[in-house]
């Protein structure tokens, strides 16, 4: 299985800041990498597919980037609303691994 | 645009079977890959497996011997069945489409079902 590992697992951050964060694949995935966004008691939602591309209707804050094993999420001046749990996916092999959360608090 | 809902018990015994339906709304459920996913409390989320257009499924290893995931193109639906279900398999499960057969990331998601296994 390829392991997905995030960091930092929990930030605190301000408004406007600009956050980063990075997933690392056990192995190289090339750019079969998602990021989804979950508030309390809701599904996921998908921001980011193929490790760059915003999914319509997705702030452009936020962007996606790297390829083969490191990738980072960066959300580049924080709004209340984006105040949530960010998890990484790899959709490069089965099973599918999602990696194991940031959450990104006050 | 479409919506997918679970629907099944909220509880569920210990050794028995968890069966949770996800029913497609406003368009197609051909086309696409379309996968069950879980999230025990407080913690992170699990691919349970998926079901193809075509009926094709992959499961997630440690699950195999337990899973079937099942299509109804005539209700537009697709289900799960977990057997042999322990306290371990208590979670918020979800439904979810993968909107691309390229990249296959899950672009729409069900809201989720709470499925507690206890006696």
């Known amino acids: 299985d390829i392991q997905l590992t995030q960091s930092p697992s929990f930030l605190s951050a301000s408004l406007r800041d600009r956050v980063i964060i990075t997933c690392r694949a056990s192995?190289?995935?090339?750019?079969?990498l998602a990021w989804y966004q979950q508030k309390p008691g809701k599904a996921p939602k998908l921001l980011i597919y193929?490790?760059?591309t915003l999914q319509s209707g997705v702030p452009s804050r936020f962007s996606g980037s790297g390829s083969g094993t490191e990738f980072t999420l960066t959300i580049s001046s924080l709004q209340p609303e984006d105040f949530a749990t960010y998890y990484c996916?790899?959709?490069?092999?089965?099973?599918?691994?999602f990696g194991g959360g940031t959450k990104v608090d006050i | 645009q479409v919506q997918l809902q679970e629907s099944g018990p909220e509880l569920v015994k210990p050794s028995e079977t968890l069966s949770l339906t996800c029913t497609v709304s406003n368009g197609s459920i051909g086309g696409y890959y379309w996968s069950w996913i879980r999230q025990p409390p407080g913690k992170g989320l699990e691919w349970i497996g998926y079901i193809d257009y075509s009926g094709s499924t992959n499961y997630n290893f440690p699950l195999t011997s337990r899973v079937t995931i099942s299509l109804d193109m005539s209700k537009s639906q697709f289900s799960l069945r977990l057997t042999s279900v322990t306290a371990a398999d208590t979670a918020v499960y979800y439904c979810?489409?993968?909107?691309?057969?390229?990249?296959?990331?899950?672009?729409?998601w069900g809201k989720g079902t709470t499925v507690t296994v206890s006696s």
């Open positions: 192995r190289g995935i090339g750019n079969y």
């Open positions: 996916q790899q959709l490069n092999s089965y099973p599918l691994t």
């Open positions: 193929a490790a760059s």
């Open positions: 979810a489409r993968h909107g691309d057969l390229i990249y296959y990331y899950m672009d729409v």
